[in-house]
């Protein structure tokens, strides 16, 4: 594009910030903004990661924050960028490709069903080494983005969305960067898999009657919710296994119980140390969620009653895809 016809970056003070719930995904109007100045350009050395994206004025949101490596080891990064951020950056759709960086990235993107160990998982990977972020939440607004909204975007809008999120992510943590999900992200999986072709994919499970009661746990949900979730899910599996693109599955148990074992079955080592070993149990004996809303300490202790785990099971009976179940030996979720 000409450059007379590309806007400028702005830079902003935050005179306020608030969320209506600590879950809530990322949203421009998270922040009150006081603007600045224009800038030239974002430098890697301004610490700053993606937010979200406001569709009105077609720009994205980049946080800077003090200090990023913390904030990248977070549970949850959007909770921290919500809490670290001091100043944002807004940039506009057509200038995110000078974020997107050069060719070469080989991120792995972690999705799951949600309360299923990809906290965990993002956890084991840090303590050996490896550098991972979970959930940035621009990926989790196109997600959630309704089916009318989404068609107001241009075309070009969501793959330069999803490379800017890839690229602003490897600038900080390198081409192989693995980045955990929101569970609301199956809805984009395939777009996903488009804009980043060389990407791997892992999908994390869990045994179903226990993954029930944990969503319930955590978020409040209706039994038929939950079952419908699931479903959607399972298909999700098969519409990645379609594309063709390099898709793992895990379980949480497994990964609970035999954490090293399980990760050299997902083709990302070929030995780990004694050390390393050392490292992963520790990380595993762990709340891989401390420090945030979800951590175990702070949910609370109500279990579905006998009557809503009947009603999930009855709909989980009646919705699920069992030839899909089948195809991917998805044994557990039957």
Not at 83 to 101: D, K, N, S
Not at 134 to 143: H, K, N
Not at 199 to 207: E, Y
Not at 238 to 253: F, K, P
Request: glycine share 4%; proline share 6%.
């Amino acid at each position: 594009m000409n450059s007379q016809y590309r806007r400028p970056l702005l830079l902003h003070d935050i005179t306020a910030r608030s969320k209506i719930a600590p879950v809530a995904f990322a949203s421009p109007e998270d922040f009150t903004l006081r603007p600045v100045r224009t800038v030239d350009t974002i430098r890697p050395t301004d610490n700053a990661v993606i937010y979200c994206f406001d569709q009105k004025s077609e720009r994205a949101l980049f946080t800077l924050c003090d200090d990023l490596p913390a904030m990248l080891r977070a549970p949850f990064l959007y909770e921290a960028q919500f809490a670290a951020a001091r100043q944002i950056v807004t940039v506009p759709f057509e200038r995110l490709e000078e974020y997107a960086g050069a060719g070469g990235a080989k991120p792995t993107f972690v999705f799951s069903i949600g309360r299923c160990g990809s906290t965990l998982l993002t956890a084991l990977l840090g303590a050996i080494g490896v550098k991972s972020v979970s959930e940035p939440d621009i990926l989790t607004q196109l997600a959630d983005l309704p089916y009318q909204e989404r068609a107001w975007l241009s075309p070009e809008a969501l793959p330069r969305l999803i490379l800017a999120c890839v690229g602003s992510l490897r600038t900080h943590c390198g081409n192989d960067v693995a980045i955990k999900l929101r569970s609301q992200c199956i809805h984009i999986a395939t777009d996903i898999v488009q804009a980043c072709p060389g990407a791997k994919f892992i999908f994390v499970l869990r045994s179903r009657q226990p993954w029930a009661q944990s969503r319930y746990r955590a978020f409040g949900e209706t039994p038929a919710f939950i079952a419908q979730m699931l479903a959607r899910s399972v298909q999700c599996i098969d519409e990645l296994a379609r594309t063709g693109c390099d898709l793992r599955l895990v379980w949480y148990e497994d990964l609970r119980d035999a954490p090293g074992p399980t990760l050299r079955c997902l083709g990302m080592f070929d030995a780990l140390s004694p050390d390393d070993e050392a490292r992963l149990c520790t990380a595993s004996a762990q709340d891989s969620q401390r420090g945030s809303h979800l951590a175990q300490h702070a949910l609370p202790r109500t279990a579905m009653a006998a009557h809503e785990l009947a009603s999930f099971e009855e709909t989980w009976s009646r919705i699920r895809p069992k030839a899909l179940l089948e195809r991917y030996a998805l044994g557990r979720l039957r």
